[in-house]
Each structure stands twice: as C-alpha cells, then as structure tokens.
C-alpha cells in the first residue's frame, strides 16, 4: 500500500547510499578534482546528510507496521532517526577533531554495499521473484528427498511493475507451496517471500567481508564460511517450516511457532557461530564491528575542541530528545491512516501531542545547555552571558554581578590566569537570581589567587533547578576564559577582585558574553614616578582588604 510519503521515502533510500558512498571515498583522504582540494571532512559531511536520510527513510515505513498491527518493527523504525543521527554526530566528531573513526567508515561501507544490493533486489519484482522461486523450488526438493511431496505455485508479483516498485507499496512478491495429500486441511498455506530467501543474513556478511581491510584469500575464506552455510541452513529452516506447518503439529498455531520463534532461535544461534568462525579469518572485521559498539567510549584527541555542548549536560536531556524523535513518525502517520479510513487502536493523536511537546522541550534544553565558541578577550573578563546588574567599587573593591537568564549560556568562566585557592558551597535559599534577596540563595564561592591579587567568583544557584556543576578543584591552575563550571537555569554570577589600577569597560545594564572585557589594569610600571606614589598606597589597601574577601559569607 502506497503511503503519502512513497516518492520521498524513495529520494531517501536511494541518496542515503549515494551520500554514504560518496562520503567514504572522500573521507579516507584529501582530494583533487578539477584542479581544487577537497579535505576529508568533506566526506564526512556527506556522511552526515547520508545517515540521516537513511534515518528518515525508516521513520517513513512507521506507517506501514502501524497498519500491519506489528509495534515492534514499528518501534525500531521510529528509532532509526536517534539511531542514525547518534553516528551522523559522530561524523561530526571526526571534523571537529580531525580525526577518522575507521570503524564507523566500515559500517558505512558495509551499509552501502548491504543496502543497495538488498533494496535493488526487493524493488525489482522479475529479480526479486527469479530469487524467491529457486529458494521456494530448492527448499521442497529437500522435503522430496524425505518422500513428502509438494508443489511450487506460480510467481505472485502482486499489483504494479514488474521492473520497479517502490518499497513503500509493501507488495511483496511470493510464490506459494502446495502440499500433497499428506497435508492437514486445517493447516494455512506457506508462501516463500523475498524475507525467507535469507538475502538480508547473507548480504550483512557479504558487506561486511568486501568491507574488511585484510588480504583477498581471507575474506574470500570468511565468505565461503559465512555465505553458503547460511543458503543451506536457509532451504533446511524452510523446509522445516512447511513440514511442521502443513502436519498441523502444533494445531492453529504451528505456524507461529515455528516460523516466529524456533526458526529464529535456531536463526540467531547459527548466525553466532558463523560470526565466531569469520572472525577466526578476519579478526579485523571483528575489531571494526566491537569498534562500532565502542562509539560512546570514543575519546576526544588531546587539544581538540569540544563539542558545543556544556560537559555535565544530564542524561535526561538525551532521553528527552529520543523520546520526542520517537514518538513524532507515530503521530505524524494519524492524519494519513485516517485519510485512508482506516481504523487503528493506537492513540496516535496522543503521541503526535507529547512528541511535539518533547521535541519543543528538547530545543529548549539543548538550546540552555549550549557551549559555543568564545572568543576571550584582553584584559579581566567576564565569567558569564547575560545582562550586568550591578557594577560597584567599594572599599577599595570593585563588585560586579552578572544575571543569566534561561536564554544565556550558563557555562561559566575563570576571569583571568590564576591558581584555585579555595572552594565552598553555601547551601541557601531559592529566591530569583535577580532578586536583591538572592544574596541568601545557594552557592559556590570559588577564590583565584593571581597576579592582580585574589579574585573571589561567587556562583549564585536560581529558583528552578537550583545546582551548581564545578568543573575545577583546589589547587588547579586555569587559565583565563577556562571553563569552571555550570549553573542550571536562571542563576547569578558575582565576581569580587581589587579595584586598584582597574578600569572598568562595562556599565549596568549592558549585556555582555563570557570572555568579553570588563575591566583593565594599569600596571605600576607603565605609571609615572609621581602616579605611583599616589596609587601605591591604595592598592596596598586593596590587598589588605582583599585578605579578607570572605568575611561574612
């Protein structure tokens, strides 16, 4: 059955594999073409866009088992974006950090060739029915070699071309199996598919071996253990199928039995000792495949830049985010189903509401949670994003509070070069961050001792979430712009620090980045012999009251 969604689920499968393919060759190394340079991570782009059109294109079949009543197909297709999109941002890591994953470039190998001999075969008919009939016609020859006698029926290609068919249209093309007199009148009718040929067991392995850097006469050994076992196992779990079905062993529900649970037992538990046997041939196969698996240990090379995305972000954020992906394609399918008339139990319209509801809470979070890129500038700094409250000198002290709202980063920043001293958290209340009260909310005080003497940043914890993330511990140095830490939701920032010898760049209510310039200091050495004498005085003061910043905290 056609779906409204057939042409571009289509435009899906088919680019997925041209991306993909296209973003392996370029990503192994730098190119020239035309007389211009294309860096590998121009491949990794492609690899971008191609795992996630393979993405949406199983998000599209959704409707499809929805309509077959089959949730647990339906299930992993509505997974397939959070599935893709996770290795489309590791394509990303490997730009970012310029650095190849090898593993992951298998397995895009390994889809390209799996996929596209797969998807050719089961979208032309004459193919796809030349195939199904020599498995349907070699699986009873097995059962003749017994004396149980059966006949293949004609080829069923169902409506539509012979030539191409969209996947989307679900006519799947079979051929049927006629008992003999043996036959139990009860018992249904078998039909082989394009499913019971085992194109799809063999055609992993087949990309999986011509993927596998290693020596022509090994992969050739691990295709002859892997490919012709699984055929023959094939025609034998097909023939006992038919034998079980039609002798009604079971009653009504041989067939279910024995097609949807012993056979894929026996299935799975075959499929383990064949992957055991081609990784005695190709134990690189195996390393790329555990390699695959390790994608969330994969560590970030020394000095490359992190991702734009605060470190400690909760996991919450990510099954936030899943979930909403998940539940949108069952939604999104209610209005078609229902044009189509056709009546399913599922509450999709419920789903549709709560996956837009999630999808726009993810935004939201990964919007909060967000860590760009700052440029640091000369000078002392800001900590923080957001709007500047207050800026004081007093007592030989300059104070200067910046609020963030929920629309700011809440990562926050060292305002300067300096050894961590001290660290203390004052638990407190939960009044507003700009709230001249929130003086008594919790907090983390962290001191810096520098070259400008100490520096006091006090973290001030808002009414929402109320939970101050330190990145930094005493005794560590952190240079000026380094990350110290993250305040969840609306939260304050307070930085305390000598005012002899400062300028200060920023005004209240000016709206500042972190690593922007608040303030400059003169040094004594650039003064005059006469300005020194005026300014040494008060910056020894300074530092007297400086040695007792923590009073009253």
Known sequence: MATDFSLLGEVFVISSLFLLAIGYYLSERDHIFFGKRFPTKIGNQFSILGWLSLGFFWWIQVEYYILIKDPVNALICAAAVPFFGYLAYHEYLSIIWKSAYEPLRWLAAMTVVAGGIYFFVERVPLLAGWLIHLVAEQSIWILDIFGVDNTLGLIDYGEGSKIYRSGSE?????????????????????????????????????????????????????????????????????????????????????????????????????????????F????????????????????????????????????MVIYVIVSGLILFPFGVSSNSISEQGIVVDWPLEEMYAISLVLIILSIFLLCFYRDPYREIQEGIVSSADGLVQKVETKRGMVHISVFMGLQNVHVNRSPIDGKIISQRHKPGGNLPAFSKDSNRNERLITKLDTDLGIFKITQIAGFLVRRIVSYIEPNEFIKKG?????????????????????????????????????????????LSVAEKLMEGPKRLLSKIQASAIDKGD
């Not at 390393?287 to 470190?311: C, H, N, Q, T």
């Open 280 to 315: 005695h041939f190709l134990p690189e196969m195996q390393d790329s495949i555990l390699g695959v698996i390790d994608l969330p240990l994969r560590e970030m090379p020394e000095g490359a830049p992190k991702i734009p995305f605060a470190k400690d972000m909760p996991n």
């Open 482 to 526: 380094g990350r110290i830490g993250l305040i969840h939701f609306g939260s304050r920032v307070d930085l305390d620090f000598e005012s002899s010898g400062i300028r200060i760049k920023i005004k209240e209510g000016d709206r500042i980045l972190a690593g922007q310039t608040i303030a400059e200091f003169t040094p004594m050495s650039s």
């Open 170 to 278: 679900h006519e799947e093309v079979r051929v049927s199996i006629e008992g003999g007199s043996w036959k139990n009148p009860l018992a249904p009718s078998v039909n082989i598919v394009l499913a019971c040929t085992a194109l799809q067991s063999m055609i992993i392995f087949v990309g999986g071996v011509i993927c596998t850097k290693a020596p022509l006469n090994r992969r050739f050994n691990a295709f002859l253990v892997t490919v012709p076992p699984i055929y023959i196992l094939n025609l034998v779990r097909n023939a006992v199928v038919i034998w079980l079905t039609y002798e009604h062993v079971w009653g009504v529900d041989t067939f279910f039995w024995a097609h949807a649970v012993y056979a894929k037992i026996g299935s799975l538990l075959a499929l383990v000792v064949l992957a055991i046997a081609v």
